[in-house]
């Protein structure tokens, strides 16, 4: 039996109970153009080559239903640990897939900056939303991408017009709760940033105890000229979730993306970041930490494509993998004909702190111009002996000492973050994980 005909019955229940549900005409023929999209691929089949060492049988196994409605007692105490602490910022929280307007912040409009939950914007019939959604999608060539684009009902839209600075984050916050049956969300997030606009956004995806549910987001990016987005993705859920993520990113010319992935709980997780460059003067920094421990499974793949000359990209990527935790890196700079004086770098370092951890790192470059600055590397390594014994020297046990020096290799990592309220708040994610990071920071 194949891939498809082993995954496809319970979405196939689930997409026709959807069609029931009232949408524009547009929207019912977009879902079900993607999911017959799905349905015609099926999950990736172990042979394709970026999903090599990612199997997806366990996900095929189980069956995932739509939340019907949100836990009704949920209050902001039991996801305080998700968020970010800032007086002005802007928030709205979504549990199991469903937007919860009475979790979210209550802050003054900021003139010229809308956040409008998905369902909201449906519900408005905007005219745009179809071409806002179709860009940069890639459902087409994407089955995870696909089954989103199938599911779409709820998310969120920021909008910032030209001009405007937006000195409060913002912050996305995506909540999984136990249930009696395993429940799959697909948020989509749309973010489109005018001329000269700086905004900082912050995505939480955060499981509580006990839940076992699928996440499949779609993030979709457009930064115009001299824009600029500090981006922060947590991923925090529950020891038996699935997690899937795709961001797609689109940068006109001078506009600078900022990106810092932290993978730090979830059961099974896979995420795709992609970025084009395509107007001279575009930079992105990719920063990501990855923890892969018990027997957990983490995979990184990245893709940065220089298609103008006179880009820039800088990646780092830190991963630790200790007890059985299997963790994956694969990341690609493509560097066109066109793309001259291109500067790229990328790095991913792992710690392997035991035997029966596994990672597979894969950076990679692909160079079609002359006149380029690009370099690329990984390692994979354990504690430092010597270091071990400095700290063992000054009165520390062996535990601590190990989490100290763990602490700080994924913390190098943290202080590249410009923003202070953003760099506490990593600070403080990966001190769920890694408590030594904490101690380091003094706090």
């Not at 891939?3 to 019912?28: M, N």
């Not at 179809?130 to 920021?158: C, H, Q, S, V």
């Not at 909008?159 to 969300?185: I, K, R």
Request: aromatic share 8%.
């Amino acid at each position: 039996m194949n891939a498809v005909a082993e995954t496809a019955p319970p979405y196939a229940d689930s997409f026709a109970a959807l069609q029931h549900t009232r949408a524009p005409d547009w929207l019912a023929e977009l879902r079900r153009s993607a999911f017959a999209r799905f349905t015609e691929r099926g999950f990736p089949p172990e042979r394709a080559e970026d999903w090599k060492y990612s199997n997806t049988r366990a996900l095929q196994k189980l069956r995932f239903s739509p939340a019907t409605t949100p836990p009704t007692n949920l209050g902001t105490e039991a996801i305080a640990a998700a968020l970010l602490q800032h007086p002005q910022v802007q928030r709205l929280v979504f549990v199991d897939g469903v937007h919860v307007p009475a979790l979210g912040s209550k802050h003054a409009a900021v003139p010229g900056l809308r956040i409008t939950p998905l369902d909201t914007a449906l519900r408005e019939h905007r005219a745009d939303l179809r071409e806002l959604l179709l860009p940069e999608a890639r459902w087409d060539n994407d089955p995870f991408t696909a089954l989103n684009t199938a599911f779409l009902a709820d998310g969120a839209l920021i909008e910032a017009a030209g001009n405007v600075q937006v000195t409060a984050p913002v912050q996305l916050v995506f909540v999984s709760t136990p249930h009696t049956e395993a429940c799959a969300s697909h948020p989509r997030v749309m973010v489109t940033l005018g001329t000269n606009v700086k905004l900082t956004l912050v995505e939480s995806y955060f499981g509580l105890d006990g839940a076992a549910n699928f996440t499949n987001s779609c993030t979709q990016i457009a930064l115009a000229a001299n824009s600029r987005l500090d981006y922060f993705a947590v991923q925090r859920e529950a020891q038996g979730d699935f997690h899937v993520s795709r961001v797609y990113v689109s940068q006109r010319e001078r506009s600078r993306f900022a990106s810092h992935v932290y993978n730090l709980g979830g059961e099974w997780v896979r995420n795709d970041l992609r970025v084009r460059l395509e107007d001279a003067g575009a930079s992105v920094r990719m920063d990501g930490v990855y923890l892969a421990d018990r027997s957990r499974h983490v995979d990184n793949h990245t893709r940065i494509d220089h298609l103008v000359a006179y880009t820039a990209s800088d990646e780092l990527y830190r991963g630790i993998i200790r007890d059985r935790g299997h963790a994956v890196f694969n990341g690609k700079v493509v560097v066109a004909e066109a793309a001259i004086k291109t500067d790229a770098t990328q790095t991913n370092n792992n710690l392997l702190l035991t035997r029966n951890g596994e990672i597979d790192t894969k950076p990679e470059l692909e160079i079609y111009a002359d006149d380029v600055k690009c370099n690329h590397g990984a390692t994979i390594g354990q504690l430092d002996e010597q270091a071990l014994f400095y700290l063992r020297s000054r009165g520390l046990d062996l535990d601590t000492a190990r989490e100290l020096l763990t602490g700080a290799f994924a913390r190098v990592v943290t202080d590249r973050i410009a923003a202070e309220p953003l760099r506490r708040f990593a600070l403080e994610q990966l001190a769920s994980a890694l408590p030594q990071v904490a101690a380091e920071d003094g706090a």
